[in-house]
Every structure is written in structure tokens, then in C-alpha cells.
């Protein structure tokens, strides 16, 4: 905070010594020149913006969260010298948790280097609250005086759960905010050899710091029954990640044959690896998360691009990667120790290997070929063991191993072909026809997979006509098959359930574009594209999907001095989902219809020179969305679970969830002379939302269950700035 | 299905060779048929006689530093993209020849970018080959600029450029649940490779995970156990530009993932059919894995590297 009221005040007074500054030259130019409105070489820009509430949702990835002033810092430099010494500098945000920084220096053709900085906050919520004190810690132990209810004896839940959140729950609840930030530093060189060579490389550090929430569920006492007998919390989790990174390339730029040769490196790091917790529905019981483990991963690649003749070219690309994994182990459960542990860790391998040979070719200037081949293949070398897992912590200590499945671990190793083959053919000026085929093959090698093999083939045709001077149309579709060998119900699901990624489809899309000139000054366009996807052997799962969009867009171009804009998207996400509550069941006893639409308009202009030293500009989006889930029950089918009483009332359905977005911005400029100018800003932006998953629900709403008890983040901003830009 | 590699191999090799025998006419927008339609080189000075404006911008520019063996003023200075000006300035009002990028009247898509590959072919320009953007005939002028700061190459104003064509993109980008992309914090590029990649999408990793992974490593594993559909493709979950649910989720929960697990065991217990019932929120069994965080109330999604975390619970 120190930091932050520092930058403002040092904001407040560099803009005022530069609106001072500014006004003494004023005196000495007579009459400022009226320049044009190009982007310049070297500009740097200082004011103060004040906002006029708090509004975290705003600020969350620009870091303006609270009511008051914020700096506005920005620069663009760069200068050539005559043998081609050289600096850049570039700068935004500066001042804000958002803020970026670029230098660069070196010769051209000879060498340079580049040193980046760059922070990225991402302010999610900060109305949350949790009973836990020290938010962040990686161990989470309830304040004294916190004592649990004892709830009376339930006929649903026989055999356990004794215990709720305390009734003053409210007494013991502490603010918890979630966010993180990333702080990102790099380093990078490039060194230009002789005869085409040039060798590139960079380190990078990124630490993303901060708190975030994570579910946890405590529970059950015995083998049997699990979901009864659970209970879950939503904690905070503590966020302390580094992640470095190297890349070193080296290149060769013929003018026959171009060469890339890449090595990558990236190695994470959490300096957390557990979080423990007491269950704040009986404090006997403690249980324990792992986080994300340590990880690696090495890559080697070479690109090579061959120009055969004037007309055809052959590129290619081998690349091998390394991922690995040995994070200690932590125990089975809070009661139990690591010698447990058939192995104290993982030894996770992965390599990854990709090969990819394409061949382009116009054997006559009409005709374009093209023949692709790629082949990917994921070679999980991770050792397999049988843990005799616990499902999650149990109460008093009273463990008991989940002796009826112990289970193995069963790594996923797959391989993938895919063949691509496109013809583009242009009959005249005014028209081309092109068509491909795509041919897709996935060998899973997993015994808990579904489905081994899966394969697709896509034949796809794009008509693209100029039918006027001004008038251009394209049509094009897209037909997809997937099938594959035979598919075998995982264990414990419903045998008519299909994975949709593994199942069998038939995908058909149509499209149209539009695109329209009637002169120079206006254009129009459209497109519409349609989506569907008929999972033909899937009673339950994801039966059906199909998306709808339209695209509407226009520029006019009024006069020299004014230019503008107008866009409309529409966008709809349907699909069907089918369930059934007996395993037994192979017809669905429930649908869902789910439908996303979001409608978004865009308006705006520029209008250089409105008053001779005047500049204005305006941009305005709205955007609406809407998710509904109609929920269908087929009675006749449904067998003797509980609360079907509640389920067949038609009123019982999911509200629906519904955003808002309105934002405008706008802005004049002053050009006070051919190197000063002074931006007002105004920027209005309203956030509205409705989510029934989080609105209206406290800490203690759902029985078993600790929420967060987050409010929604509608806000409403006015945000007034000014600024002065010098250009040198 | 080691057949079909050799097939695809030997395809692509018979293909190679046949080809260039196919080559049945010259293609006028070959760099040889350009340089020949200009005429003859008449130097930099003719051109800046008439264009001073633009000869003063381009040497501030990195294409216009002759200290730098690569560059086009290190050749034969504006006519190195041009084109020879010998027709160009005796013929009054007309290109006689030359190559123009921007303009009431630019040259064809193919002539421009054959200048511009005349040296950018190597680097990230490897795969540019019937790329997306080649074969939408995206001319490198659409998205740089030479003679001024180009918008592309500013992280601050890529996304602008890039707009101009993906306008859906740019509304996604408005949606309840992003990335920091209006916020100019993530840009395209950062993603993307423009200029044709190995990967799908134009990504600029082999993979989409391996692009996800960029900024999420902590996603990468590999863990003990896995979440095969997210070891596969993160995108079976997630949208990348923009979403009307929490995370970029594709879909709301729990529907989001009923799409695949229907578990139900013949006793009543495990998970049943879900919905919500705001008069009656003790109903533990259902309201919990409704609302919160709904199956993440209790799940991990990503993957778990605890010994007991076989149903991603911990």
C-alpha cells in the first residue's frame, strides 16, 4: 500500500511538472502547427486516472481495484544510430499491479538483448470469508471457542454426521481474498553469426504468489457408502509458485533451406506441497491435500523448410520432450506414514515425441497442393504400483482402508496419426474452389480407457466467389465421422454411458461469409456458421451439441478525418446431457437441455481534428449473456431413490444465469503543439450478474458443505483521467 | 497403423518428387517475373525525390538500417520490396511494374508476399506454407507496416490488428469469464504463432496442452492419478477466448461433467441425478455438488499426485 500511495504521489507530481513544463512552452510557440494523426517514433505519456468506487471485479486483471487515483505511466522509444546501433524501450501501465517493461539495445545484424518485466494480477474475489485464521498457511486449525453443533439424528444419513457448523458460525468468519499475481522477468540475447546463422536464447523467471480456494472433502468412516458420509469445505489455498524457463535456438536462413534448432526448458516449482485442515464440522478430524507437485519438462526440436522449385516446398519438424515428476509422496492419511507407501514417489516420465512432414506445392499458378502428416505420440514411462488408497480422512482416527479396491496406478501413453490433404483451385480471379480430407487416428494405450482406438475422417469444401467489384462470398462446410474399436464402460458406470470425446459422432458444419464494398469508404460484412454434433451411439452423456453464431460487422470511413465502426455477435451453445440414477438403466430417467447465448454489440469512431487542435474517439460494447438448463424427467423409468417427489414438480428447475456488460469509453486529445498534447478521458463500465451457485448462499447455506459465502461483483465505474503525452 | 505411417510417409516423398515436374506454366507473381515486369534498378535517390515522406519513415525503421547486411536497404533499398523502378518513372500515374502493399490499388496478395519471402522464410516463417493465413490470402501488409511503428509488433495494439478479421474473438474477450486479453495483459501472439505453426490452431506449441501449459505448468504433471480427458486436451472442458462460465468452463456444472460420469452403483449410493432445490438445501447429497463449486466442492479436475487420490478427491 505504501508502494502504491508512493507511485500515485510520484504520478501526481510528475504530471504536474509536466503540465507545468508544458505551459512554459506554450509562451514561447506562436502558433501550433496541426500535425497528422501517425503514430510516433518516441512518446511518453504520465497522468492520473481517479476512479470513483471500489470495484474488484473491474480490477482484476489492470490491478485498479479501490476508489481513488491511479498513475498513468506509458512510453514508446526507440532510437537507430547510423551503423545501426540501436535501443527500444517500451512501457505500460506503469505504477499499476499490471504494469510491463521492455529494453532493448544492440546492433542490428550483429547482436542484442532484451530484459522484460512484466506483472499480471488476477483479483478474483475478495468478498469470501472462512473460519480459518492465517488464510495462505499451508496448515489451517480452527480459532478456540469453535465448537461444532450436534444435529439430531437424520433418517437419510443413519449411520454418521452428528455434527454442523457451529450456529455463530458469523462470530468466527474472516475476510478471504482470492487473488494471485504473477511476476514474470526475462532475459533474452540474439546473436547474428556469419553465413545466415543466428543464435537466439532467453531465461525466465515467473513467481505467482498469492490465495486461492481449493475443495476438500473429509470422510467416509467405512468402506461402504461413501458420498453419504462425506463432508466438504472450500479452504484457501496458499499459492507460492516459481516456474523458470530457458530457450536456446539456433537458426539458418537460406535461401533454399531454412533450419530451426530449439531446445526448451521449464521447471516449476511449489514451495507448497500439502495443506492441512481441521474439519470444521468435528475438530477430532484432520485431513490432508497434496498440491501441485514439482515438475519438468526438456524439449529438443528441429524445423527444417525446403524450397524444392519456385513452386513447391517440403517443411518438416522432429521434437522430443521430457516431462517428469518425483514430488515425496505424502501419506496414505493423517493416521498412517509414508512406509506405507508401496514407493515414496512417483518417478513420473513422460516423453512426448512429434514428427511432422508437410509438401506444398502450385504446380500450375492456379492450383495449390498440399500433403501433411503429423504423428504424435505421448510415451508415459511413469511406474505403475497398487495403493490401497483411503477415499479422503476419516473420523478419529478410526481408518479403514479401502480394502475392496485397491488400485493400481494406470498411466496414459497414447499415439496419434493424422493425414491432411487440401486442393486449392482457382479458376479465375473471381473464383476458387478448395477442398480437403483428413484422416485422424488415436491409439489410447490405458486400461481404465474406454476405448482404445479412435478414428475420424473429414472431408471439407470452401467456395469463394467475387461476384461484383465489390462483393465477395464464401461458402464452406465441413463433415466429420468419428467411430473407433469397441467401447467398454469404465468401471462402476452406467454401461449405456459414452465419454463424448471417445464416442461416436457425426459432426456437420455450414458456414457463409459475406463480404460487401460499395465504395471505398464502407464496408459490411457477415458470417454465420453452423454446428452439430449427433452422438449417435450415446444414450447417456452428452447426447447432442450444436452452436450457432453470427458475426455482423461495419466500417465507414465518414470523411478523411472520421472513421467508424459497428459490430453485432451472436453466439448460442446448445446441447442435450442424459443420466440415469440406477446403473442397471440403460435409458436415460433424466435430460438436461443446457443453452448458453451471449449477444454482444460494439459501436465507435474517431474523429481527428473535430476543432482544429482537437481529437475525439468513442467505443462503446455491450455484451448479454444467458445459460439455461431445463431439467426433463422421465418418470416411467425412474426406480425407488428418494426425493422424487421434489424431482417430477416441473417448478423445481435452475434459475438461469444471466450477465451484463456495458462499457464506454471516451476520449479527447489536445494538441497543444507538434510535440505536446494533453488526453481527457472518460471510461464508464457496468457489471451486472445473476449466479444462483454462489448468489444468496452464506458460509453455512448447504448442510455438510463450508461455502465461501462470495457476493456477486456487479459494480458500476466512472474512471476520469488525464494525461499529457510528449513526443521527442 | 505402422502401415498407414509408411503409407503416409511414402505419399508424401511420391508427391515430392512428382511435382515439381508438374510445374506445367510460370506463375506471374514469381519473384523472377516481378523484377522483370519493373524494368530496370533506378536507385534510392529517384525514389525519395517523389516519396520523401515515406524514404525518411523506413530509415527510422528496422527494414531500413543498411548497416545490417539482411536488410533491403543493405540491397537494393526500396526497390529490394518493390521492385525495379525503371517503368515506374516514366510512365506518369501507373506502377509500371512495381509492387505496392497498401494503397487505393495493392498489388495481388501472392506478389506482395513473395517480396516479403524473398527473405523471411526461415524462423517462424518455416511453416507459413499453406498456413491459415497463406491460404486465406492474409498478405503480410495486412498485419505490418514498414514504414511506420508497426501495431502488430506492439503488445499493446496487436490485438487491435488482429481484431480486424477475428472479430468474434473480440467479443468473447468481453464475456463474463477471459483471459486478460482486453486488459492487453495476454495478447495473441502470446498463444498464437500468425505465421503457421506444427501445432493445431496455429499454436505455437505441438500441442494445445503444450500451450496451456506456457502459463499453467503446474497442470503438467505427469500425476499418479490422472484425469485422462485433461491429459488429452484441455479444451474437452475449457474455452480459450471467452465463456459465460467460471474459469472458461465450456459448460456449467455439474452438467459440465455429467457429460461423462453418470456414477450411480446398483445400492442407491454414489452420485445421483443432480439438481437444485433452493427450499430445501440440506438435502446434502444433492445441493452440495450443485452449488459452491459444485464437484469441486469435494474433486480435484486436474489430476492428483496424493497416494489415496484415486476419485481426485485429494
Redesign the interface.
Known amino acids: 500500500m505504501i508502494n502504491l500511495r508512493t507511485t500515485r504521489m510520484a504520478g501526481l507530481m510528475l504530471t504536474m511538472g509536466m503540465v507545468s513544463c508544458s505551459l512554459a512552452a506554450e509562451e514561447t510557440i506562436e502558433k501550433a502547427k496541426v500535425v497528422e494523426a501517425?503514430?510516433s517514433?518516441n512518446e511518453v505519456e504520465v497522468g492520473l486516472r481517479y476512479l470513483s468506487d471500489d470495484a474488484y471485479r473491474f480490477g482484476?486483471?489492470?490491478g485498479m481495484t479501490d476508489e481513488g487515483p491511479y498513475f498513468i505511466g506509458?512510453v514508446?522509444a526507440k532510437e537507430?544510430s547510423?551503423?545501426?546501433d540501436?535501443w527500444r524501450l517500451?512501457g505500460?501501465n506503469l505504477g499499476l499491479d499490471?504494469q510491463?517493461l521492455m529494453f532493448q539495445a544492440g546492433?542490428?545484424?550483429?547482436h542484442s538483448i532484451t530484459l522484460e518485466y512484466?506483472q499480471?494480477p488476477?483479483y478474483e474475489n475478495d468478498t469470501g470469508a472462512t473460519p480459518f485464521p492465517g488464510a495462505g498457511n499451508t496448515t489451517l486449525l480452527l480459532p478456540a471457542g469453535y465448537v461444532p453443533e450436534t444435529a439430531e439424528f437424520d433418517i437419510?444419513?443413519p449411520k454418521d454426521f452428528t455434527s454442523k457448523l457451529p450456529v455463530d458460525l458469523d462470530r468466527f468468519l474472516l475476510p478471504f481474498d482470492q487473488e494471485t499475481e504473477r511476476k514474470r522477468l526475462k532475459l533474452g540475447g540474439k546473436f547474428?553469426l556469419k553465413s545466415?546463422w543466428?543464435l537466439d536464447g532467453s531465461i525466465q523467471q515467473e513467481t505467482k504468489r498469492g490465495t486461492d480456494?481449493?475443495?476438500?472433502?473429509m470422510g467416509p468412516a467405512e468402506e461402504?457408502?461413501?458420498?453419504?458420509k462425506?463432508t466438504?469445505a472450500?479452504l484457501p489455498e496458499p499459492i507460492d509458485?516459481e516456474?523458470n524457463k530457458m530457450h536456446a535456438?539456433l537458426?539458418?536462413?537460406?535461401k533454399k533451406t531454412?533450419?530451426?534448432f530449439n531446445y526448451r526448458g521449464?521447471l516449476?516449482s511449489?514451495k507448497n506441497d500439502s495443506l492441512t485442515w481441521q474439519d470444521p464440522f468435528d475438530l477430532d478430524r484432520t485431513?490432508?491435500?497434496?498440491l501441485?507437485?514439482d515438475?519438468q519438462?526438456h524439449q529438443l526440436?528441429a524445423?527444417?523448410?525446403h524450397?524444392?522449385?519456385?513452386?513447391?516446398?517440403?517443411?518438416g519438424?522432429l521434437?522430443v520432450?521430457r516431462?517428469?515428476?518425483d514430488?515425496a509422496?505424502?501419506?496414505?492419511?493423517t493416521s498412517t506414514t509414508v512406509d506405507d507407501?508401496p514407493r515414496s514417489s512417483?518417478d513420473?516420465?513422460?516423453w512426448?515425441y512429434?514428427g511432422?512432414?508437410?509438401?506444398?506445392?502450385?504446380?500450375?499458378?492456379k492450383l495449390?497442393?498440399?500433403?501433411?502428416?503429423d504423428?504424435?505420440e505421448?510415451d508415459?514411462k511413469?511406474p505403475t504400483s497398487t495403493?490401497s488408497?483411503?477415499?479422503?480422512d476419516g473420523i478419529s482416527g478410526e481408518i479403514i482402508p479401502n480394502k475392496a479396491?485397491p488400485?493400481e496406478?494406470?498411466?496414459?501413453s497414447?499415439?496419434r496419426?493424422q493425414?491432411d490433404l487440401?486442393a486449392?483451385y482457382r479458376f479465375n480471379s473471381r473464383m476458387g474452389l478448395?477442398g480437403g480430407y483428413k484422416y485422424r487416428?488415436m491409439?489410447?494405450d490405458?486400461i481404465?480407457?474406454e476405448r482404445e482406438t479412435t478414428r475420424e475422417q473429414t472431408l471439407s469444401v470452401k467456395w469463394s466467389m467475387r461476384m461484383l467489384d465489390e462483393l465477395e462470398l464464401d461458402l464452406y462446410a465441413e463433415e466429420t465421422r468419428r467411430s473407433g474399436s469397441t467401447y467398454q464402460t469404465r468401471r462402476?458406470?452406467?454401461l449405456a454411458?459414452r465419454?463424448?470425446?471417445l464416442a461416436d459422432v457425426n459432426r456437420t458444419m455450414l458456414g457463409t461469409s459475406v463480404y460487401f464494398m460499395p465504395t471505398?469508404r464502407l464496408s459490411l460484412?457477415l458470417?454465420g456458421e453452423y454446428l452439430d454434433d449427433d452422438y449417435t451411439d450415446s444414450a447417456?452423456?452428452?447426447t447432442e451439441a450444436q452452436q450457432y453464431?453470427l458475426?455482423l460487422?461495419a466500417s465507414y470511413q465518414i470523411s478523411e478525418r472520421i472513421s467508424s465502426h459497428a459490430?453485432y455477435?451472436h453466439?448460442a451453445?446448445k446441447?442435450t446431457?442424459a443420466?440415469?440414477?440406477?446403473?442397471?438403466l440403460t435409458t436415460p430417467?433424466?435430460q438436461?437441455e443446457?443453452e448458453?447465448t451471449?449477444d454482444?454489440a460494439?459501436l465507435g469512431f474517431n474523429f481527428n481534428q473535430f476543432l482544429a487542435k482537437w481529437d475525439l474517439g468513442a467505443d462503446l460494447?455491450y455484451?448479454r449473456?444467458?445459460?439455461k438448463?431445463d431439467?426433463n424427467n422421465n418418470t416411467t423409468a425412474i426406480t425407488?431413490?428418494d426425493?422424487i417427489a421434489?424431482?417430477d414438480d416441473p417448478t423445481?428447475q435452475?434459475?438461469d444465469?444471466k450477465?451484463s456488460?456495458t462499457?464506454l469509453q471516451l476520449w479527447t486529445r489536445y494538441r497543444y503543439s507538434d510535440t505536446i498534447s494533453y488526453r481527457f478521458s472518460y471510461w464508464y463500465e457496468d457489471y451486472s450478474?445473476e449466479d444462483?451457485?454462489?448468489d444468496n448462499?452464506e458460509e453455512d447455506?448447504?448442510?455438510?458443505?463450508l461455502?465461501?459465502g462470495e457476493d456477486r461483483l456487479d459494480y458500476t465505474q466512472h474512471v476520469v483521467g488525464l494525461s499529457v503525452n510528449v513526443q521527442f | 497403423m505402422r502401415s498407414l505411417f509408411r503409407r503416409s510417409i511414402r505419399l508424401c516423398f511420391m508427391l515430392g518428387l512428382l511435382l515439381p515436374g508438374l510445374t506445367l506454366q510460370a506463375d506471374e507473381h514469381d519473384l523472377e517475373s516481378l523484377i522483370e515486369a519493373g524494368g530496370a534498378y533506378v536507385g534510392a535517390d529517384a525514389c525519395r525525390s517523389c516519396h520523401p515522406t515515406q524514404f525518411d519513415q523506413i530509415i527510422q525503421e528496422s527494414h531500413g538500417q543498411a548497416s545490417d547486411s539482411r536488410t533491403p536497404f543493405a540491397d537494393n533499398d526500396c526497390e529490394t520490396c518493390h521492385g525495379p523502378g525503371g517503368k515506374h518513372v516514366v510512365i506518369d500515374n501507373n506502377k509500371g511494374g512495381l509492387v505496392a502493399f497498401s494503397g487505393k490499388a495493392p498489388s495481388p496478395v501472392k506478389a506482395q508476399n513473395t517480396m516479403c519471402l524473398q527473405c523471411h522464410q526461415g524462423g517462424s516463417l518455416i511453416p507459413w506454407h499453406d498456413s491459415l493465413h497463406d491460404t486465406t490470402q492474409v498478405s503480410c501488409s495486412d498485419c505490418h507496416t514498414m514504414h511506420k511503428p508497426s501495431k502488430i509488433m506492439d503488445r499493446s495494439t496487436e490485438a487491435e490488428v488482429c481484431y480486424t478479421c477475428h472479430k468474434k474473438i473480440r467479443a468473447q474477450s468481453y464475456q463474463m469469464s477471459s483471459h486478460a486479453i482486453r486488459e492487453g495483459k495476454l495478447v495473441c501472439s502470446d498463444c498464437h504463432a500468425s505465421h503457421g505453426s506444427y501445432g493445431p490452431f496455429m499454436l505455437k506449441q505441438n500441442s494445445l496442452n503444450e500451450n496451456c501449459y506456457e502459463c499453467h505448468a503446474e497442470k503438467r504433471g505427469p500425476y499418479l492419478w490422472e484425469h485422462y480427458p485433461v491429459t488429452e486436451d484441455c479444451s474437452l472442458c475449457h474455452r480459450t477466448h471467452g465463456s459465460n462460465h467460471p474459469y472458461l468452463l465450456t459448460k456449467q456444472g455439474p452438467q459440465l461433467c455429467q457429460q461423462c460420469h453418470a456414477k450411480v452403483r446398483p445400492d442407491g449410493s454414489g452420485h445421483v441425478r443432480i439438481f437444485l432445490d433452493f427450499e430445501d438445501l440440506s438435502d446434502n447429497k444433492r445441493q452440495r455438488m450443485v452449488v459452491g463449486r459444485n464437484c469441486s466442492n469435494c474433486h480435484k479436475a486436474h489430476g492428483s499426485n496424493h497416494p489415496s487420490g484415486v476419485n481426485q478427491l485429494r
Open positions: 501517425e503514430p517514433v482484476r486483471f489492470n506509458d514508446r537507430y547510423d551503423n545501426g540501436f517500451r505500460t499490471s510491463y546492433t542490428q545484424g550483429a512484466d499480471l488476477d437419510n444419513y547474428f545466415r543466428e480456494w481449493i475443495g476438500a472433502s461402504e457408502s461413501v458420498m453419504l462425506t466438504g472450500l509458485y516456474t535456438a537458426r539458418y536462413h537460406g531454412q533450419w530451426d521449464s516449476f511449489n485431513g490432508r491435500l497434496a501441485e507437485p515438475n519438462m526440436s524445423a527444417v523448410g524450397t524444392l522449385s519456385a513452386t513447391n516446398r517440403l517443411t519438424l521434437s520432450s516431462l517428469t515428476q514430488d509422496f505424502l501419506p496414505y492419511n507407501l512417483l513420473g516420465e513422460v512426448l512429434k511432422q512432414m508437410k509438401l506444398t506445392s502450385r504446380p500450375t499458378p495449390r497442393l498440399s500433403a501433411k502428416y504423428y504424435d505421448r508415459n511413469t495403493y488408497y483411503y477415499v479422503a479396491w488400485k496406478n494406470d498411466p496414459l497414447f499415439k496419426h493425414l487440401s486449392n478448395r487416428q491409439n489410447r490405458s481404465d480407457q462402476d458406470e452406467n454411458m465419454t463424448f470425446y471505398d460484412g458470417t447417456l452423456g452428452l453464431s458475426l460487422d459490430f455477435t453466439e451453445f446441447s446431457n443420466g440415469a440414477q440406477d446403473k442397471t430417467d433424466w438436461a443446457l448458453d451471449i454482444s460494439g460494447i455484451t449473456s444467458r445459460g438448463i431439467m425407488s431413490q426425493s421434489v424431482l423445481v435452475f434459475p444465469l450477465t456488460l462499457s450478474s444462483w451457485t454462489v448462499l447455506s448447504v448442510d455438510h458443505l461455502l465461501l
